[in-house]
């Protein structure tokens, strides 16, 4: 065996990146009270990387995932909450402290199932909390981690295997570890710049001994490659010190990736999956002897399948014969590894498989679809429903009322859903229309009709969304043609001035006027045409992979210009920007003046401009060739000149721009790390994190009706931000006064109710927009001292509402239901509310008192459009519930002008027994009047009494106040019966009044007791 030394070397916990976390700091001032919102969906969920159990508790369940971080479930995998938002949401591996499992946890950041699309991490995380709060603890250019193990015995001892960057070479790799709680870092074991520590394992009976698998690999933007002469298996028997080779058994030549597992219940036995030159050779292999001997046991296709994405081996905890192997459908095998059979049905692509802590039947599978768990060892198998965590390459919106969202899955096909659906946005409002992995989703810009497709352009469709039919409609190849060149991530693009005009990219700009049926060429080969990466047949290393993932010299993305329909632009992947200004005959590359930008770098993106068809944004993505810094540039001359328009404040690979539509100023931004914001056409960044998670942010949409931006995040679903027409207003003059109230659309008063949704608790369900008027104002500084009100006032003046002030520095939002007050209602012995009084559409004011400045905005509110209602009807309606508000309100004084006159009867009663023939009838009378007025027995469940003129009441009051129709003939006729009965019922109280009312304070007076007073309409409405 050959015997390997440790390589010692220090590495320092670093200072987080200060401009960066500087524009968070900004954007939280600035932003506010502007929101995110995450809408899923989770019905097909995401990729998740690792599972990490409890070791004592099996509440406790932690999943890492591919782009949407670490979610934790505190009851048993039935529901999972964010707990790692702020910080890199791609993760490699998550541990949790045997010595301390209901605080400590440690993530790593930095998926290492690396296929062509995976984000990348910046480091170790702690948390000492359970994973409230976190920690950066160092290993910021570990760029992936694989595993992390905490030493049972000695929780500062904790082991690190560093995959490290998969893109280029790299010396910050390999196994480290740290001797004081993460505070320094020694490398303890290192091979070389392009090979890697796949996975580490520790015996549980003996910390010392340890199993380290390295993996030498590397992805360009067209090949990958797995396996070399440096990828090994390696044992330590003293924690770390020296490291030897454990190949007894092992097939001879090149090794690629290898899985490491030990079987808890017997640390004897080991087993790895070896990816090897032979395919026969390839496969399970166990040892029974601690790694001195190994033996193959099984190379089905199930366990050999993409060795670079399925790896990991769980072995059960009470049987070492029980084995789980990560694979395109899972496998598990009760006998030693000698036979599998497939898990149960579930998403394909499984990464972990685990097993509950103290019932082997129970298991839990990490897939590209979610987290799915089972009851029965796997035979049956149930997603978990409420994991938001799907990754969007694309998003598009349409201009339906409420908008459709549209765009594709990694893994998980194509879909379109609702921005807002009654009771929440459900995984039923979502609608499947495409297969595969899915991409950009475009919708008609007139039609009910959707273009969809699948990776490589296999399949392009034509979806009619009302019938629910498809078209393949991918331009082929005619005589003459070369092979066309599809990226894995086809570009697709509709026109704004020829509504069935549809293009596509693969090395030439296809274009369609008639949505797909007739294709022609509109360019020569845009791209660099450069053989050598044209060799995706050969890609994978010792495995085949050629799945379509590497295609390369392909263009990327199309954008026709919203101003002339001739000005197209092309970015391609290979670093190309091309451009023609008369609709296709002549092109011109213009990517040479681009400063600081490294030759051949990916244009990932390209936004024309709405204010000049000169101007036009451009994003560059190099981390396929391993510079991961952002790239984002302007030209105002059709690309004669370029400009960058980033600052040092933006931190992560940039994705896409989107220019607002408004201001030119207001540009966004998405990174790999989150939402970028300027306000001044990039010289300033602000990141904004409000409920918005450090998410790779793939593409931005904003819907031109609501102003709503939309982001397809690459791990939490979809995200929107409401309304972002306040950041169009923000200049120097604004940010210097000390309150300013944003001009706004008038507010319309949404005519919408329902029964909501069917989801359950553990469905996952995304918010709905507010429907409540917003307030929006700008304070320069926080209000802390001193007076600060807020009311509204009609047009005449007269206040309707007081509303609570937000006094944040930045942006605050005030939400006011449009309701003025609720109508005081009569007592009784069940519970009876009463709707509050909804204004008309109108004028009104907004009037702030802060200290001794008053600032007043005037506001418009409106009804809804859609409404059917005409105003003559509205006029009406508001005119009934008026009356059935005066009506409630007037029952509720003549009760409470009962209750006060018997209270007094029955006080003088009290004083004067003498009195009973004389006070008993009278409040016999009295209570046979209430007894008509309220319910005054019951319970307010099943022993309620009879409804009385109180309950009948309100409820058509109620009926009438939140019914969106005209009050209907039948209401009307109720309407009388109930004005008829209280009009009986006041007449009624009078007579009493008159009959007893003059010898109650008769007799009141001659017991010397004050006589009979009670408070008048206008006082009573005051009382509380």
Known sequence: MQKIYTFICLSLLLPAFLPAQDAITKG?????????????????????????????????????????????????????????????QSIGAVAVDPSAPDNVVWVGTGETWTRNSVSIGNGIYRSADGGINWTKMGLEKSERIANIIVNPKDPNEIYVAVLGALWSDSEDRGVY?????????????????????????????????????????????????????????????????????????????KLGRLGIAIAPSNPKILYTVIESEQDKDKGLYRSDDAGASWKQLNNDFGIVVRPFYFSRITVDPRNPDVIAKGGLSGSISRDGGKTFRNLGAMHSDIHDVVFAINDSERLFAATDGGVYRSWNGGTTMEIVENLPVSQFYHVSVDNQEPYNIYGGLQDNNAWYGPSSSPGGIEARDWNLIGAGDGFRVLPHPTKRIAYSEMQGADNVWRVDLEKGQFRVIQPLPVIGDPKLRWNWNPPMATSRHQPDRFYMGSQFLHKSEDMGDTWVKISPDLTTKDPKKYDQGNSGGLSTDNSGAENHCTIFTISESPLDEKVIWVGTDDGNV??????????????????????????????????????????????????????????????????????????????????????????????EFGLYITLNGGKDWYKFTNNMPAVAVHFIEIQRKTNDLVMGTHGRGVIIIDDISPLRQINDEVLAKDLHFFKNRPAIMYDENGFGGTSGETQFVGPNPSRAGQIVYYLKKRHTLGKFTMEIQNAAGQKLADITPGK?????????????????????????????????????????????????????????????????????????????????????????????????????????????NTISPMLAEFKKLKETLV?????????????????????????LASSLYKPSANELGNLKFIEGGFNTAKLEFQKLKDKHLAKLNELLGKNGMVALKVKSFEEYLKMP
């Open 177 to 253: 570890k740290t001797n004081d709680g993460g505070k320094t870092w020694n490398k303890i074991l290192y091979v070389d710049p392009k090979t890697g520590c796949a996975d580490l394992a520790m015996d549980p009976n003996n910390p010392a001994v340890l199993y380290a698998s390295f993996w030498e690999f590397r992805r360009t933007a067209w090949n990958f490659n797995s396996g070399g002469a440096n990828s090994a298996l390696y044992k330590s028997t003293d924690g770390g010190k020296t490291w030897n080779k454990i190949h007894n058994g092992f097939p001879s030549g």
């Open 808 to 916: 944040t520095k930045g942006i605050n939002i005030v939400e006011w239901g449009y309701t003025s007050k609720t109508p005081k209602i009569a007592k009784g012995q069940t519970l009876t509310f009463g709707a509050p009084l909804r204004v008309p559409a109108g004028k009104y004011k907004i009037v702030v008192q802060k200290g001794t400045e008053t600032y007043i905005h005037d506001w418009d509110i409106s009804y809804d459009p859609r409404s059917k209602l005409t105003l003559e009807e509205r006029k009406v309606k508001e005119q009934t519930i008026q009356k059935m508000f005066d009506m409630t309100q007037s029952l509720a004084y003549l009760v409470y002008e009962l209750d006060e006159t018997a209270a007094v009867a029955n006080q003088l009663l009290v004083k004067d027994a003498n009195l009973s």
């Open 28 to 88: 939280k001032e600035l932003f506010g009270d502007l929101r995110a919102r995450q809408i899923g969906p989770a019905i097909m969920s995401g990729r998740i990387t690792d599972l990490e159990l409890h070791p004592s508790n099996p509440k406790i369940i932690y999943a890492g995932t591919a782009g949407g971080g670490v979610w934790k479930s505190n009851d048993g995998g039935a529901r999972f909450n964010s707990v790692f938002d702020n910080h890199c």
């Open 578 to 671: 091309q451009i023609t200004q008369d609709g296709g005959k002549t092109w011109k590359n213009v990517n040479t003046n681009l400063p600081g930008l490294p030759a051949g770098t990916w244009c990932y993106h390209i936004e024309p401009s709405s204010f000049n068809k000169g101007t036009a944004y451009a994003v560059f993505d190099g981390h396929s060739s391993g510079d991961m810094k952002p790239y984002a540039y302007k030209t105002t001359n059709f690309g004669a000149t370029w400009t960058s328009v980033l600052t040092p404040d933006v931190e992560g690979i940039a994705r896409n721009i989107q220019e607002d539509f408004v201001n030119p100023n207001l540009l966004f931004l998405g990174t």
């Open 935 to 959: 319910v005054t027995t019951g319970d307010n469940y099943v022993s309620a009494g009879e409804l009385q003129l109180r309950e009948k009441m309100a409820a058509l009051y109620n009926n």
